[in-house]
């Protein structure tokens, strides 16, 4: 916080009034949830009743020798690393593009954006519909021989099908902070290397990708949070989870854990490893983009 | 454009228009499903042309999911979280930024830390508190004892409850529940040179008549920037609705969509289910679109 403004109002209750709603809002609605979380994440409640008792670290234990925990950690990782390298470099491809402003630069621009608009419970039923063995483009490959394409019954390509449309979701989000970060370069540099003989794509390799640096550091953090959180209505809407746990991603364990199996303390620890998880990228994006990215 | 490169410019539209088609070709292909009738939805190969049952599909998806109240519901809590959003965090921010007051850092703190979880993360927990959101009270009541206190010396005992599940204050509160419209202000806020404020004390006018008459006007397009990208964001909500709202006649738009997919083996009616899917989308595609300018600033402002 800067201590730099003088010109300040003064009152010992105003600015108390004016945060209460959001400080109490946050309370009950954060504070109080991530609390419980680690609370339950430490106990477990009694089968016959009589409140939780304090159970240490046996809810982590029981979570981390699970085969099933290790296999969700293992494809989430895969999903969030495939989603965000894909989504990345499709959006990083077009944002270079436009930004060379050809004719209809402004239209395809756009023509860029409006997949973010698109909910992900949509987009996913549409996807799974697309890719369906039965009905969708790929249909005809079973046609010709069962099973070349099955999402239902192929973990992998249930797993493609998920990543694909991951992906598609993000390219717009990933392309509006490319391309504010490339016209954010100046013209004059851009201009200087075209006059020392640097053509377009030399410029783009050797000028605009490195200067892109920090955003594309922020977009790759950003990227993977989201590929870890917000892919619950994805899997929920396209794979359930399956075929055979296939596309059990982390969030979506917790999920069924939680409000499915009912085991509070196992789907809270699990929480608290994801909520780690989160907060480590949020904390390396703060310290790397703040430090070391800048070149200026 | 630097230079002239007339080969390299007809690359540049080959490829622009490949990427397009790639973010097209689904909506496309849903589209023409919604036209078909259902045979013509599960044909194999796929069709590629519209058919002429787009209105008989439209009409079924809106009776079957019974749209016009879901989209009711959906259009009062995208609303709800874009007010309280654009309301509270302005509030929040107008305190940090402009007071001197001694818990100024610590608040800022608080606040900002929210940005880090996600809901998704604290989802098991958030959903306890919003089956009852006077529970954190009644705890720390029973914790420090006070609620054995007040049942000594009345007789009565204290049970604070609040049901929120299948409300639409259930359905909002949480959803507001997080710093991004905070930050946002307050980075504006700290652009606005402290003469603007000195000159505003000079004239004798208190800290609300500042908010109201110099910042409120300031502040314009960076409200409408929060305002679409929250409109967007409740609107396109799941997981919370899913199970906030038991009763099916209280979901929103998002959570009948994907009911209209049966679970299990069964064929879903591909034709109507995309037309379902197609409707759905339409508002916060047209705020998208309609808003551009603001969305994209809102997009850069709120993650900075």
């Known amino acids: 916080m800067s201590n730099t403004r003088r010109a300040l109002f003064r009152s010992a209750w105003l600015p108390w009034a004016l945060v209460l709603p959001q400080l109490l809002i946050i309370f009950v609605f954060f504070y109080w949830p991530t609390g419980e979380a680690l609370y339950w994440a430490f106990t477990l409640e009694q089968p016959w009743g009589g409140g939780n008792a304090w159970v240490g670290w046996q809810n982590f ?73 039965r009905s969708g483009v790929f249909a005809f490959l079973n046609q010709a021989a069962p099973g070349l394409w099955d999402p239902t019954l192929n973990g992998d390509h249930a797993m493609t099908m998920l990543v694909l449309a991951g992906a598609w979701q993000l390219v717009s989000y990933n392309f509006v902070f490319l391309l504010a970060g490339l016209q954010s370069i100046p013209r004059g540099l851009v201009e200087a290397a075209a006059m020392d003989g640097a053509g377009p794509l030399r410029r783009m390799r050797d000028l605009q990708a490195p200067l892109l640096a920090p955003t594309l550091f922020f977009l790759v953090i950003i990227n ?73 | 454009m630097v230079e002239r490169r007339p080969l390299l410019n007809l690359a540049t539209h080959l490829l622009l228009g490949f990427g397009l088609l790639c973010l097209l070709l689904p909506i496309w292909l849903a589209f023409i499903a919604a036209t078909q009738d259902v045979a013509g939805a599960n044909a194999v190969p796929m069709r590629w042309l519209p058919g002429p049952h787009l209105l008989d599909n439209l009409a079924a998806a809106w009776t ?8 009711t519901t959906s259009m009062i809590v995208a609303l709800g979280v874009m007010a309280g959003k654009v309301g509270l965090a302005m509030l929040a921010a107008f305190a940090i930024v402009f007071f001197d007051w001694r818990a100024k850092a610590v608040v800022f703190w608080l606040v900002f830390v929210t940005l880090m979880l996600p809901l998704e993360v604290r989802i098991v927990p958030t959903y306890v508190v919003a089956a009852n959101a006077l529970r954190p009270f009644q705890a720390i009541l029973d914790i420090t004892g006070l609620t054995g206190l007040v049942e000594t010396l009345s007789g009565v005992r204290v049970a604070l409850e609040w ?23 307050r980075q504006f806020f700290m652009t606005i040179p402290e003469e603007l404020v000195e000159a505003a004390r000079m004239d004798g006018a208190g800290p609300l008549r500042f908010l109201r008459d110099v910042l409120l006007p300031l502040s314009r397009t960076n409200m409408a920037a ?35 997919v049966p679970r299990g083996d069964g064929l879903p009616e591909w034709n109507i289910v995309m037309a379902a899917a197609l409707t759905v989308m339409l508002p916060p595609l047209a705020v998208v679109v309609l808003m551009q300018r603001w969305f994209v600033r809102g997009l850069v402002a709120t993650e900075k």
């Open chain 2, 163 to 185: 049901r929120m599940l299948n409300s639409y204050t259930g359905l909002i509160l949480p959803l507001v529940a997080t710093a991004t419209g905070t930050f946002l202000y």
């Open chain 1, 61 to 133: 234990a029981a979570v981390f020798s699970s085969e099933g925990y290790w296999h969700s950690v293992r494809i989430s990782i895969l999903y969030a690393a495939s989603t965000t390298a894909l989504a990345i470099g499709a959006a990083l491809l077009l944002a270079m593009f436009v930004d060379r402003e050809v004719k209809g630069s402004r239209g395809y621009r756009l023509a860029m954006i409006w997949p973010y608009a698109i909910a992900a419970p949509a987009i996913g039923i549409i996807f799974r519909f697309v890719f369906d063995p």
């Open chain 2, 64 to 71: 079957r999911a019974d749209l016009g109240a879901r989209f």
């Open chain 2, 226 to 260: 929060l305002a679409t990208i929250m409109f967007v964001y409740a609107w396109n909500q799941y997981l919370w609705p899913l199970l906030v709202t038991t009763e099916p006649q209280r979901s929103t738009v998002m959570v009948e969509l994907s009911r209209l």
């Open chain 1, 224 to 296: 993977m949070t989201d590929s870890f959180t917000h892919s619950f209505a994805l899997v929920d809407v396209m794979t359930g989870g399956g075929p055979a746990r296939s596309t059990d991603l982390m969030v979506y364990k917790i999920y069924s854990d939680g409000f499915k199996g009912l085991d509070y303390s196992g789907a809270a620890a699990q929480s608290i490893v994801l909520m780690l998880l989160v907060v480590g990228m949020t904390f390396l994006q703060f310290r790397f983009v703040e430090r070391k990215l800048h070149y200026k």
